[in-house]
Structure formats: C-alpha cells, structure tokens
T-cell receptor
Framework: SQQGEEDPQALSIQEGENATMNCSYKTSINNLQWYRQNSGRGLVHLILIRSNEREKHSGRLRVTLDTSKKSSSLLITASRAADTASYFC?????????????FGTGTRLTIIP | NAGVMQNPRHLVRRRGQEARLRCSPM?????VYWYRQLPEEGLKFMVYLQKENIIDESGMPKERFSAEFPKEGPSILRIQQVVRGDSAAYFCASSPPMRDTQYFGPGTRLTVL
C-alpha cells in the first residue's frame, strides 16, 4: 500500500448525516492535510493538523490524528449537497515547510438530497 | 489577490507533439509545485521549484519532461514527444516561504490523441 490511503474509497450518505473518512500513512510525518476536489476542478485546502496535535476543528469539519497508528480521520457533520466531492489526505515530513505533499487515493463522497 | 493561474485549462496534442503548461503562482508566493493526476487517482508529486532553481524533481520522469520557473514569468512544465500515457490533469500549486499549505490552481487537462 502507498503512503496516504483513504477509506472508504466511496461513501454515499443522506443529507444531514455525518460523514467520516479515514486516512492511513506509513512514514513519520510533520503534518497531515485534507483537501477537497470537486469534479473536474482543482484542490481546495480544508485543514492542516500537525504531528503534535490530536484534534482540530474548522466549522463543520473535525480532524483527528493518531500518530501511533499512523492514521487520521475527517468528520463532516450535518452534511450538505455541496459537500459532494472527493476528499484527499496529504502528508508532509519536513519541519520547515515548502516540500512535496504525498497524497492518498481519495474518498469520493456523495451526499444524497 | 488572484489565486494560482494555470493555462491552458484544456490542451489536446497528438502523439509526438510538445505540450507546454503554464502556472502563475499567487502573489507573494515564491515556491511552485507540479502534480499529476491520472483518472480516478490521487495527485502524484512531480517537481518543486523556486525562482530559477529546481529544488526537488524526484517525481519527474527521466525523459521528455522538464520544468522551469524563471526569474520573470510563469513556471512552465514542458512535455516533449507526448504519448497517450501522458494524458492526465496537471496541477500547479504555490506557497509562500516557510509555509506548509499549498494553494492549487484549476489544473490543465492534457489529452493526447
């Protein structure tokens, strides 16, 4: 398996429900980031969590990081139709910023109105 | 502050032709990254550049691909003698110095006939 794998690969839920996506990685990291990609578009940065953090919130988003298990989860609460997109986790290993990101394979989320 | 600009958005080339993809980073961003995304896959890092310098090209194919970020003007990703396997979406991202978050452009979708 490769650095950064999300599961599930695809998820369909009813509008208003919560959506949880998971990401696993293999090497030690400095930070982990979540991005959203709408079909045919570029990526939008959602949230960054550092290796010394365990949980972070941003609006309806909640991210957790477990470095002992090398895993992260993204929770979207009270989902909306506009949340339909692919979600990717990406990891960075440096402490100094400005380095390549290693992306996972993504979770395709569909919100059913 | 305009976002990361990429052009063209769509590019069609025949096998053997050259493809030139352009990326203008956000104002104040001196770091540029190129990623490639094959259909239904995550993004794969290709190259990281600063002005007039290639910092990390570990993801670049050894042949036919080159990248530059001149002192003036956009960053260019150049693919010579394109083959069908080069068909993909190519994304550029930029970041300011010493920052982890990368801001992505809308991508260039290359189709090789």
């Amino acid at each position: 398996s490769q650095q950064g794998e999300e599961d599930p690969q695809a998820l369909s839920i009813q509008e208003g429900e919560n959506a949880t996506m998971n990401c696993s990685y293999k090497t030690s990291i400095n930070n982990l980031q979540w991005y959203r990609q709408n079909s045919g578009r570029g990526l939008v940065h959602l949230i960054l969590i550092r290796s010394n953090e365990r949980e972070k919130h941003s609006g309806r988003l909640r991210v957790t990081l477990d470095t002992s298990k090398k895993s992260s989860s993204l929770l979207i609460t009270a989902s909306r139709a506009a949340d339909t997109a692919s979600y990717f986790c990406a990891t960075a290993v440096s402490n100094f910023g400005n380095e390549k990101l290693t992306f996972g394979t993504g979770t395709r989320l569909t919100i059913i109105p | 502050n305009a976002g990361v600009m990429q052009n063209p958005r769509h590019l069609v080339r025949r096998r053997g032709q050259e493809a030139r993809l352009r990326c203008s980073p956000m104002k104040g961003h001196s770091h540029v990254y190129w990623y490639r995304q094959l259909p239904e896959e995550g993004l794969k890092f290709m190259v990281y550049l600063q002005k007039e310098n290639i910092i990390d090209e570990s993801g670049m194919p050894k042949e036919r691909f080159s990248a530059e970020f001149p002192k003036e003007g956009p960053s260019i990703l150049r693919i010579q003698q394109v083959v069908r396997g080069d068909s993909a979406a190519y994304f550029c991202a930029s970041s300011p110095p010493m920052r982890d978050t990368q801001y992505f452009g809308p991508g260039t979708r290359l189709t090789v006939l």
